[in-house]
């Protein structure tokens, strides 16, 4: 067990790293000099100089990489171009929406597509399991920013149960801001939840067929019994990795839902960001983004070890 | 055997395509011209399915943004299928060694870039365009073909068949190209149905937030993006496009449910 | 009253005909077998009596266990009685566990999903149950996972697991077919020893002739889902009413006609030759101990001959077949045909194309996307100058006719032949290139026993007049004695006993030989031949 972890610890800090260097590199290629941009066209050239040896952008390369990831392990983000303010900063304010947002909708789509595929995959053939799949079916083909749309249309514009945008904060009280956030989880999750169900009834009906399943009914458990004990926690193997997947792609994802709700989370400050060639801001965003998708893989291999003993043993 | 998934997908998936390709000599009206006096028309005779805030006839903005989707998302899936395949049976020819383990560890990084970032850098360097949504699209199904491609291969080389091509003498990129890569050729065809379809998906959310094509050329997610201000004014401006992505992604994965039954009730696709 | 009573049993599925009208008894502390081959019902027959005939399933008729009508019963009442009353065995032991639960939940789960005791009783008894199948707690605590057990320490916790709740009547679907002989012994002994002791009756299913003679009380025929001969073993044994029964043991028994031949100069030589794997690290800084899988094996083979090499699984065969074939380079030694190296650099084509090889699974080994004649025309391949067109068909026609299928053949897909056809092409697609050596790997080892024999023949007939040499690898010492020469037997890595067939059967020198020859079960002498219209009633 030991050693998985250590194996899987340093395969983390290989990814971060060619990682850190692909997001500065492509960073780098962009056309267009902070500096000059923030000081508009008709600045003159000594100033420009100037703000680029303030920014640091004078270094070399390989110096500046340096700087920016050994900044990051200390947790020094480094000063926003814009703003002048410092990037971590910057980043716990907006996270304080984005991650509450990507948990909960998370929350929404494991407890929703759970028992939809565990129903359809026990009822197979029969008409629950013909109505879940008719129902994912239509859930995977929605995009989630229209369904965001339709449910401002119903919900916040009709029927006035919701605000149809906008964040009060957490120091509005925690069921006022959960409330603000609860119409973008529904259509991150719904689309979402479709994807789980499915994948939750395929991987169930899979061990269904295997043949332990049959020692157990030939145990004297009933069907169900066999279902809970022995189908569930094997059909959750396939699962958990979609469901770390998930959790990236939520955060992630919710870059598009924030635009529709108006949320101040990681989206929109990466959209402002890059209007405003605030590149070490969206540098920075982007790798955290990619550090919580990498960590949840982590996670999620760290989990299938406690699911499965096979995996105790070998790595 | 034709089962209702494979009639119902292929009779849509038909339909958006004549239509895309119908556009490109006739639309029931110029897409280019605007006419406030008739703008937020409801679907009537003059207009089948309405206008839009400038008064643009909303089936001929969709018919012309169907070429959009269509192309972005097949051109996506061919550099995916191109580039991925080949990286797939290269690794599974030389599975555990050195190009395996190289490549692999490759497709985890992408993996690691969730879609939308990969679109957002690339347009935070060259700017946003159509192009820059096919290029990111298209590197996210790199990895998405060269996983399942490896998967599918690693268990045909187990098979004696491969064995007996072996020694048979045959080398390795000769037996993947001639026993490996027709025994996949149902599932990467499913598959590649799924990827386009998210493809169109994928298309319809860049071009929402503006990263994908730009005006003047329609493109449904745009069209929902503009609609966005008027939904509580003309409800059908954002109905109707959502519905006509809804209707083509629905399309796309019925006809490759249909085809994976046809084709081979055992193949495995991922559905993610 | 008999404890199990099946009466006009018919089954089919989705409507199509399974069992007919099949009738059955099995008594208390008996043991009643049912044999056939593969297609015949009789793992079906299990499963019905179980309740858990596969969905799309219709039965008619009775199955009457203690008196109750088991197809009449509830399934709530059919679990209860499944795992306390009727106990059951599988055939594959490495799928048969949950492999996230330990072996202690597992047979602990068969006696609290009755309510049996409580949960402490429970763990006590299973700690008992498990030391009676021979895995005391001392060495197999209860909280083993399957995979930390091998093939047959995995069956052994099944068969805890159906006895736990000391049931009246035990199935056992072949249960030892997955295992190695010496393992299989084993199990069929506890398995006697179960029924000696618990007065418990066993209904087993197996394929294997042998097995059945040795130990079932009485013997159930099964062919096209009908019994066509039933009665106590010895009785059928003697009197074979019924053709099949006589061609299924005669196929057993049989033994291929192989002559005499003329033995030439050393063909193939394998000398010192070792092979290893790199092995899993103990610890995290330690150095990996590679396992040799192949340890300094030396043997010739010569022109004409035909060696068997036997052994069980893990012993390395298969590492050094895919040696001699030149797929694989070997860490020391050497091999060479005809006095040249298999494997220099890398693969030598050369040799390559005088060496072929026939596999185990007839399904498996060829290409369903390709027709017949160009699966077998693949090692043309290895010539550099293969012949084309009309020399093409024709040599793909008498490879088809060598082996006693039609040149027209040629152009149909594999998916139209039976198992042992498609042995038979695997058969004409290494003899094509008119190779020296031909390795069968395992090759008859999934057919049906009549089919065996016939594939048995083919390969006499051809050695006799084509001089064919081959090795012949298998698990199946009866099959080895029946086809070959010479035999090799291997274990762990080393060939340790190297003799003509004959003198090794009779007489096995090495302990670890005759150990694997005590183990393999036997059948009994033919009874002497009656007329044939006797026969036939």
């Known amino acids: 067990m030991l050693r998985f972890v250590v194996k899987r610890l340093l395969s983390l800090a290989l990814s971060l790293i060619v990682a850190s260097g692909v997001i500065f590199l492509v960073v780098e290629v962009a056309p267009g000099d902070p500096a000059s941009f923030m000081l508009g066209i008709n600045a003159q050239p000594e100033t420009v100089a100037a703000l680029r040896a303030e920014l640091g952008l004078d270094q070399s390369r390989l110096a500046r990489y340096l700087q920016w990831t050994g900044g990051m392990l200390t947790g020094d983000f480094g000063t926003s171009y814009t703003y002048r303010t410092p990037v971590a900063q910057m980043i716990a304010d907006r996270l304080w929406v984005s991650l509450p947002l990507a948990l909960y909708a998370l929350a929404l789509s494991t407890l929703i597509a759970f028992p939809a595929g565990i129903l359809a995959a026990a009822r197979r053939g029969r008409p629950a399991d013909i109505g879940v799949m008719g129902a994912t079916q239509l859930g995977v083909a929605i995009p989630n920013f229209w369904f965001a749309m339709m449910l401002v249309l119903i919900f916040a514009i009709q029927l006035r149960w919701f605000s149809a945008g906008g964040f009060p904060g957490w120091d509005a009280g925690f069921f006022a801001a959960l409330k603000a956030l609860t119409l973008p989880a529904i259509a991150l999750a719904l689309p979402q939840a479709a994807i789980l169900a499915r994948i939750m009834r395929s991987s169930l009906l899979d061990i269904l067929g295997e043949d332990f399943i049959r020692t157990a009914r030939a145990k004297g458990l009933t069907a169900r019994q066999a279902l809970w004990r022995h189908g569930v926690r094997n059909a959750l193997i396939p699962v958990l990795t979609i469901i770390g997947l998930q959790f990236a792609f939520l955060l992630a994802g919710a870059i598009i839902i924030e635009q529709v709700f108006f949320l101040p989370g990681l989206g929109r400050l990466i959209f402002q960001s890059i209007t405003q060639r605030d590149l070490i801001v969206v540098e920075s965003v982007v790798m955290l983004l990619v550090f919580a998708v990498i960590m949840v893989n982590f996670l999620v291999d760290l989990a299938y070890a406690a699911v499965d003993p096979r995996l105790r043993l070998r790595a | ?219 449904w997610g745009r069209m929902l993006a503009d609609a966005q201000t008027m939904v509580s004014l003309a409800p059908h401006v954002a109905l109707i496009p959502g519905l006509t992505i809804v209707a083509m992604v629905l399309g796309l994965n019925l006809l490759g449910d249909g085809l994976r039954d046809a084709l081979d009730p055992r193949l495995k696709v991922a559905r993610a | 009253m008999s404890l199990l009573d099946i009466d006009t049993l018919s089954l089919a599925i989705f409507g199509k005909p399974i069992l007919k009208r099949l009738s059955l008894t099995v008594e208390e502390g008996e043991i009643a077998a049912l044999t056939g081959e593969s297609g015949s019902g009789k793992s079906l027959t299990a499963f019905a009596t179980m309740g858990l005939a596969p969905t799309g399933s219709r039965m008619q008729g009775r199955i009457a266990f203690g008196g109750t009508d088991l197809l009449r019963l509830p399934e709530r009442a059919m679990c209860d009685l499944r795992g306390r009353q009727i106990g059951m065995v599988f055939q594959e032991p490495m799928t048969a566990l949950n492999p996230v639960q330990t072996i202690g939940a597992q047979v602990m789960e068969t006696i609290l999903v009755h309510k049996a005791m409580p949960r402490e009783a429970a763990k006590a008894r299973a700690r008992e149950v498990l030391a009676r199948v021979g895995l005391p707690p001392a060495r197999f605590p209860l909280s083993r996972y399957p995979h930390q057990l091998s093939g047959g320490q995995r069956q ?209 080994s060829f290409n369903p996307r390709h027709k017949v004649g160009r699966l077998i025309a693949e090692p043309f391949h290895l010539l550099p100058d293969p012949p084309r067109g009309g020399a093409r068909e024709r040599a793909i026609g008498a490879a088809l006719a060598s082996v006693g299928l039609a040149p027209k053949d040629a152009d149909r897909y594999i998916h139209a032949f039976s198992g042992g056809q498609r042995q038979r092409i695997a058969i004409a697609r290494a003899l094509i290139i008119k190779p020296d050596l031909i390795v069968f790997d395992e090759a008859v080892s999934a057919l049906d026993v009549r089919v065996r024999a016939q594939i048995l023949d083919l390969m006499a007939d051809l050695s006799r007049d084509h001089g064919l040499t081959y090795l012949f690898i298998s698990h199946d010492l009866g099959v080895v004695r029946s086809i070959t020469d010479r035999v090799l037997v291997m274990k762990a890595g080393r060939i340790v006993e190297d003799r003509p067939t004959k003198a090794l059967f009779d007489a096995p020198k090495h302990p670890y030989t005759r150990s694997l020859l005590a183990a393999a079960p036997t059948l009994p002498p033919p009874p002497e031949t009656r007329d044939a219209a006797q026969a036939s009633l």
């Open chain 2, 1 to 219: 055997m034709m089962s209702r998934n494979l009639i119902l997908g292929g009779v849509l998936t038909g339909v958006f395509a004549a239509a895309a390709l119908i556009s490109f000599v006739w639309t029931p009206a110029s897409v280019e011209t605007m006419n406030i006096a008739a703008r937020l028309q409801l679907p009537g005779a003059g207009h089948l399915l309405g206008t839009d805030h400038f008064g643009r006839d909303i089936l001929s903005m969709l018919m012309v943004g169907a070429r959009t989707s269509i192309a972005v998302a097949l051109v996506a899936v061919g550099i995916g299928m191109g580039l991925g395949v080949p990286l797939g049976l290269t690794a599974a020819a030389r599975s555990g060694g050195f190009l395996d383990e190289a490549i692999m560890r490759m497709n985890d990084l992408i993996f690691a870039f969730p879609s939308l970032v990969i679109a957002i850098l690339i347009t935070a360097v060259f700017g946003p365009s159509a192009t820059n949504a096919i290029i990111a699209i298209g590197i996210f199904n790199i990895p998405v073909f060269a996983r399942i491609t490896r998967g599918a291969a690693l268990s045909l080389w187990k098979r004696e068949f491969i064995m007996a091509a072996r020694v048979a003498g045959k080398g390795r990129a000769r037996i993947s190209a001639e026993h490996i890569l027709p025994n996949i050729a149902n599932l990467l065809i499913v598959q590649g149905t799924i990827q386009f379809s998210l493809g169109i998906l994928a298309e319809a959310g860049l071009s929402y937030v503006g990263l994908g094509a730009q005006p003047p050329t329609p493109s």
């Open chain 3, 156 to 364: 052994r916790v099944v068969i805890a697991m159906a006895i736990a709740l000391r049931p009246r009547l035990l199935i056992a679907d072949e249960p030892t077919t997955a295992l190695d002989v010496t393992t299989q012994a084993q199990i069929l002994d506890l398995l006697k020893t179960l029924v000696r002791e618990d007065g418990m009756a066993l209904m087993m299913i197996t394929h294997d002739l042998a097995v059945v003679s040795d130990m079932a009380d009485t013997l159930h025929v099964m062919r096209h889902g009908e019994i066509v001969e039933a009665g106590r073993t010895a009785e059928v044994l003697r009197d074979m009413r019924h053709p099949y029964t006589r061609q299924l043991f005669d196929a057993s028994r049989h033994r291929a006609d192989l002559g005499a031949k003329d033995i030439g100069a050393p063909l193939l030589s394998v000398r010192n030759v070792s092979r290893d794997y790199p092995a899993a690290r103990k610890s995290l800084f330690g150095k990996p101990e590679p396992f040799r899988a192949v340890d300094t094996v030396s043997f010739d083979i010569r022109h004409g001959e035909r060696v068997g090499l036997v052994g069980e699984s893990g012993c390395g065969k298969s590492t050094l077949t895919r040696a001699i074939l030149g797929l694989e380079p070997v860490q020391e030694g050497q091999i060479t045909l005809g006095g040249e190296p298999v494997w220099t650099d890398r693969a030598n084509l050369a040799i390559r194309r005088r060496m072929q090889v026939v596999f185990q699974d007839p399904y498996g």
